[in-house]
């Protein structure tokens, strides 16, 4: 399904992207686009057991997508989900 984002001020600026978390053995990849027409980058990678994820480091201007992606024990990834936007 699709992700949840909320950009948080205190006491930095991050993004917090909830989701229902992935079913054993596949592990979440959390990956953010910049703009419409840029790359999707990997923020974090392999996480199990988990249904939070943050990005620590948001981009300057203000504003990002994001979406999940399951991965396999070996590295095999599935379809994105839909990508939610997040400003601040």
């Known amino acids: 399904g699709k992700p949840r984002a909320q950009a948080l001020s205190t006491p930095f600026t991050h993004v917090v992207v909830t989701f229902k978390a992935p079913p054993q053995p596949f592990a979440a990849v959390l990956q953010r686009q910049e703009s419409d ?26 504003s990002s997508r994001y ?20 400003r601040w």
């Open 37 to 62: 027409d840029a790359p999707w980058q990997t923020i974090s990678r392999g996480v199990s057991g988990s249904s939070r994820l943050v990005d620590a480091n948001p981009p300057q201007n203000r």
């Open 67 to 86: 979406r999940l992606v399951w991965q396999t024990e070996n590295g095999s990834e599935g379809n994105p989900s839909e990508p939610v936007e997040v």
